[in-house]
């Protein structure tokens, strides 16, 4: 082993005290790399003196409260619409209650461009956030144009306070779509920060001494917790929009979804398994997804079943956590719209595939959309194919606010009322693979 030189110790060192200053005033995962090599120098210096940037804008609110209903938009993270079960009565209650599309479509199978199309009612093509600006990395991706409008805008400039509590770092203010929110939250930030930190030496003993709540809390039940504060505030009379994003299905799998303890924390970002003494590969925690996908790790039947054991354990758990939320919807005096819809799917090998953001199979890209409460029918079932660039200009017609221009349409069927002439739906800007698109039309 090659003895550290003083100029190496001095970067361990430096790389311990950003990692502890970041922590500290919350710095974006974007400005934060692995620190261990004379290239990270200026970033140390830059984050030290300058600090981090805003984590999201800020925006002003309407003057005069609007008077339409609170707002409410649930989506989970890798969610698949044929993972609502037994298992998931929260949100199978919610359906009962309210309107199901059952072929509902997310605009891309990763992320970043689904969200967005979400947020907009425009589809990738139109908003353009999540295309490649990088030949190596999939990773790298451009944001939402400039001058494109979001939900939260509509709802701020109507005299909403408006609110985000989202966790996945692809939801990064950095992309445009914290545009509208006077408050934006992600605890995923600083845990991704922390994960880059885990070949610092000094960094891991600092992190083991630390709590590991310290570097923000993405469980459903904390995040649910977080929401519920937020929506309790009563310094403001103004109605409420506020979204909430839960990624609790999504990578790493674990046993108890419900345990945060420092192994998880260093181990988020997956690495090279250690096959377990009898063979098998996944143990507690299984986040080597890329590793599976190039084949350099191979997943036994056992291990597969596994897998998909522990990803319907998180579903479980985070659909524990949503019936609190829903029930305080349901408690509350003032009327409220809810949503829940995901982002996108994923697969456990049904076509062949591993994870998400790959290919438009049902299992990637069809999703659960639910519209329930003020304004919305009940006990309803819409078979149409429809997208989540449908969600944004449905809930502003149920809000009473005015229409924008989108390619996306005020759905009819969350009244009770037939879906007429709907177009086609798209699903396309893959992030791995060959580029690819979907088209679903009747």
């Known amino acids: 082993m090659v003895p550290w030189t003083g100029v190496q110790l001095l970067i361990q060192v430096a790389g311990a005290i950003v990692l502890a200053r970041s922590v500290a005033r919350k710095v974006p995962s974007v400005w ?46 890798t969610l698949r619409a044929d993972h609502i079960g037994e298992h998931t009565p929260a949100i199978r209650q919610l359906a009962s209650e309210g309107v199901q599309y059952r072929r509902a479509l997310a605009s891309s199978p990763w992320t970043l461009p689904s969200m967005a199309s979400m947020l907009t009612g425009h589809t990738s093509l139109t908003h353009q956030a999540g295309r490649p600006l990088s030949a ?3 990773n ?19 005299g909403y306070r408006t609110g985000a509590i989202v966790s ?21 930030f600083t845990r991704a920060m922390a994960g880059n930190f885990k070949e610092n030496v000094v960094a891991r003993a600092m992190l083991r001494v630390m709590p590991p709540t310290m570097f923000g809390d993405p469980r459903a039940e904390a995040m649910v917790d977080t929401a519920l504060s937020w929506w309790s505030d009563s310094t403001s009379q103004a109605p409420r929009f506020l979204w909430l994003h839960l990624v609790d299905p999504h990578a790493p799998w674990k046993a108890d979804p419900a345990k945060l303890e420092l192994q998880s924390l260093l181990e988020e970002l997956g690495g ?41 354990g998180q579903v479980a758990y985070t659909d524990t956590a949503l019936g609190r939320l829903f029930d305080a919807m349901r408690s509350q005096e003032r009327p409220v719209t809810v949503v829940f819809t995901a982002d996108h799917g994923e697969e456990f090998w049904d076509h062949g595939g591993f994870e998400h953001g790959h290919d438009f199979y049902t299992e990637l890209t ?67 693979d060959l580029p690819a698109v979907l088209v679903e039309d009747g």
């Open 140 to 158: 790298v991706r451009t944001p939402l144009l400039a001058d494109m409008p979001v939900l939260a805008e509509d709802f701020a400039a109507a």
């Open 32 to 77: 934060v790399v692995r620190v261990g090599g004379a290239l990270t120098v200026p970033l140390v210096v830059v984050s030290l003196v300058f600090g981090p940037p805003k984590s999201a804008p800020t925006s002003t609110m309407a003057t005069a409260p609007a008077a339409g209903p609170d707002v409410l938009l649930v989506t989970v993270d």
């Open 168 to 188: 996945n770092v692809f939801l990064s203010a950095d992309y445009g779509i914290a545009r509208g929110f006077q408050t934006y939250e992600n605890p995923l």
């Open 272 to 312: 090279h398994p250690e096959p377990n003494p009898d063979g098998t590969l996944i143990g507690e925690q299984f986040g080597a997804v890329h590793e599976v996908r190039s084949g350099k790790a191979w997943l036994q039947p056992w291990d597969r079943t596994r897998l998909k054991d522990m990803y319907r």
């Open 136 to 138: 190596i990395s999939p």
């Open 366 to 432: 069809r999703v659960p959309m639910i519209f329930w409460g003020h304004g919305v029918a009940e006990g309803g079932n819409v078979d149409e194919p429809v997208g989540l660039i449908d969600v944004a200009p449905t809930l502003l017609s149920l809000a009473g606010l005015p229409p924008r221009e989108v390619e996306g349409v005020a759905l009819a069927g969350v009244r009770g009322e037939e879906e007429k002439d709907l177009p086609p739906r798209f699903s396309e800007n893959n992030l791995y």
